[in-house]
């Protein structure tokens, strides 16, 4: 995959993770993403997949099922390590972004990055990632935030 030239990417050290993310993620786990057209979530995986990046869907309720050209995991834990997540985007409530970060430090190897959607933030877990060299972005949307480095 191939970007144009990052715009100025400003002082902020969030906007400095962004952009680097941006040139890097190949590969993204989408936990809560539905076949459900009109959902936010299924908005930004397309966005992201018309970039170039691989959009993998996890959902417990629609496992097996195909979203976008790709099948649906029940967890994090069933992703093939070859599929070589490096991004995790969660579309759930923050209740549920422990076990969710806990789970992807554990089965994803290739991990470098947790993405928290808009009004999803978790300090503890944000910091049991970066305390394993995780990036971790908060209450922001990638379909926002990408097109500004792009």
Not at 35 to 42: F, I, Q, V
Not at 100 to 117: E, F, G, N, R, S
Request: hydrophobic share 45%; proline share 7%.
């Amino acid at each position: 995959m191939t970007f144009a030239v990052l715009r100025d990417i400003g002082s902020s050290p969030v906007d400095q993770d962004i952009a680097r993310i941006v040139q890097t993620t190949r590969c993204v786990a989408m936990v809560g993403l539905s076949p459900n057209e009109l959902r936010p979530a299924w908005g930004v995986a397309r966005y992201l997949k018309s970039q170039g990046i691989r959009v993998i869907p996890v959902n417990p309720g629609h496992a097996g099922d195909t979203i976008l050209d790709e099948t649906v995991y029940a967890d994090l834990a069933l992703i093939p390590k070859e599929a070589k997540v490096d991004m995790v985007d969660i579309f759930r409530r923050a209740e549920a972004v422990p076990a969710i970060v806990d789970q992807a430090l554990q089965a994803l190897p290739h991990l470098a990055t947790i993405w928290m959607q808009l009004g999803i933030s978790h300090p503890q877990a944000a910091a049991l990632a970066q305390s394993r060299g995780v990036t971790v972005i908060q209450d922001r949307c990638p379909k926002i935030e990408f097109p500004r480095f792009l």
